[in-house]
């Protein structure tokens, strides 16, 4: 990644400090259903824009709305792409637009705040497909859905809602991921320690964070699988009753078998892929993790024993993708998502961090350095609103691939619009 030509690097360097445009505050509404598809997180924040040009977020309010049985049904049937219509999809989209405009009312609510006063929704929709050429590692296309003028028109002062962020990115040949990487470079930086920002939601990604005084890009990419394998297979086991392994108390009965997950590793040539990369249930998928079952039923594995090697393969796949990509230079690593609230699976990446760093490797939570764990991805999807109506760059080129920044997101016009022609 640092070894791209003079003219891309100064390209990267001028795109993710190029937020010159004047303003004071603006409250704006995040959404976000990751990978997991278990809820809408939504997050109310106000941003300002300082003297110095820096970007200041306060979070005013964030709850998680989990999606109601029929839509999460419609969800993960989209994804298994069995029996489907292009009917399904268009219904599909407008549904879910529905419930995202009022999980949008909901946060506002929450906070205390009139409807009028909200400037923007920033809304990434659910993750159909993301479509990678395993062949060249190209994203040829994307597709996220929740129809954009659906949330725009159920809020009932008509907000302007921003949307289909990743879109523009991939146009540019980029991958259209990790788009934390914009919040973490512009929020994150520390004055002089490097930090890796982890997301472990059902897919990992990652930002490395040079400090602020030395003028050297970020890295961002998917590590692979976070819940995503998890979370199957807690809800296989346990007939739904349960949708994830709460505190990791299930795999913590098992032990990883070193042999089912040295198959596991040799299966999957992501891990091995350099940089800009990104992944999906496209390629982790309930099928892949059906295939690894059946090797661990034949090699005599409980339930827990394959759990806790599941949980080895997420981080093992985190700590060895730092070790390549990292150039060594690492001091803290900062976890959020679903992930970072299990114990099991935070030990066992400290376990491997230390393991391939040959020294202490702390991870800490997001709310050590002052952001919400779990509302982390809204509000980056907040921040993205904000920079798409202010005309700001809201890509990082030397993060995702792309040939240069661009402005990312859709705009449905509410009635506030005219808010943003002043």
């Given at each position: 990644l640092h070894r791209v030509d003079r003219r891309q690097r100064q390209m990267c360097i001028r795109d993710r400090v190029s937020t010159q445009s004047t303003g004071t505050t603006m409250l704006v509404v995040g959404l976000m259903s990751g990978t997991s598809a278990d809820g809408?997180?939504?997050?109310?924040?106000?941003?300002?824009?300082?003297?110095?040009?820096t970007l200041k977020i306060e979070q005013q309010s964030f709850i998680t709305v989990p999606w109601q049985e029929e839509h999460r049904n419609i969800?993960?049937?989209?994804?298994?792409?069995?029996?489907?219509?292009?009917?399904?999809?268009?219904?599909?989209?407008?549904?879910?637009g529905k419930a995202f405009g009022l999980a949008a009312l909901e946060v506002i609510?929450?906070?205390?705040?009139?409807?009028?006063?909200?400037?923007?929704i920033g809304c990434h929709g659910q993750t159909i497909w993301h479509d990678v050429d395993p062949a060249t590692n190209h994203v040829t296309s994307t597709l996220q859905i929740g129809e954009s003028a659906v949330i725009a028109e159920l809020t009932v002062r008509g907000i302007t809602c921003v949307s289909d962020f990743r879109v523009a990115d991939v146009a540019?040949?980029?991958?259209?991921?990790?788009?934390?990487?914009v919040f973490d470079w512009l929020i994150l930086r520390d004055e002089k320690y490097f930090r890796a920002i982890q997301n472990i939601g059902g897919i990992g990604n990652?930002?490395?964070?040079?400090?602020?005084?030395?003028?050297?890009?970020p890295i961002a990419f998917d590590t692979g699988p976070g819940n995503v394998f998890l979370d199957w297979f807690v809800t296989k086991i346990t007939d739904g009753k349960q949708t994830y392994d709460q505190d990791g108390l299930l795999a913590r009965q098992g032990k990883p078998n070193p042999d089912l997950l040295m198959t596991m590793w040799n299966d999957v040539p992501y891990f091995e892929i350099q940089p800009p990369?990104?992944?999906?249930?496209?390629?982790?998928?309930?099928?892949l993790g059906e295939a690894w079952y059946q090797k661990a039923i034949q090699?005599?594995?409980?339930?827990?024993?394959?759990?806790?090697?599941?949980?080895?393969?997420?981080?093992?796949?985190?700590?060895?993708?730092?070790?390549k990509w990292s150039l060594g230079l690492l001091d803290q690593v900062i976890v959020g998502g679903g992930g970072s609230r299990n114990p099991y699976l935070i030990i066992r990446l400290e376990y491997h961090l230390n393991l391939v760093f040959g020294k202490p490797i702390r991870v800490y939570t997001h709310e050590v350095i002052g952001i919400d764990s779990d509302a982390k991805e809204a509000l980056v999807f907040g921040l993205l609103a904000y920079l798409r109506l202010k005309g700001m760059v809201g890509n990082v080129p030397c993060c995702t691939g792309a040939k240069g920044g661009r402005v990312l997101g859709k705009i449905s016009l509410g009635k506030n619009h005219y808010n943003h022609g002043k």
């Open positions: 809408i997180d939504a997050a109310l924040i106000k941003i300002t824009q300082q003297q110095d040009q969800i993960f049937k989209l994804f298994s792409k069995k029996d489907l219509s292009a009917r399904d999809f268009c219904v599909a989209n407008f549904e879910l609510k929450s906070a205390g705040v009139k409807t009028e006063e909200v400037e923007a540019t040949q980029g991958h259209g991921a990790p788009l934390t990487s990652v930002t490395f964070l040079p400090p602020k005084n030395l003028n050297q890009d990369k990104t992944t999906g249930r496209e390629q982790f998928n309930e099928k090699m005599g594995l409980s339930n827990y024993d394959f759990l806790a090697t599941l949980v080895d393969l997420t981080a093992i796949s985190i700590a060895r993708s730092y070790l």
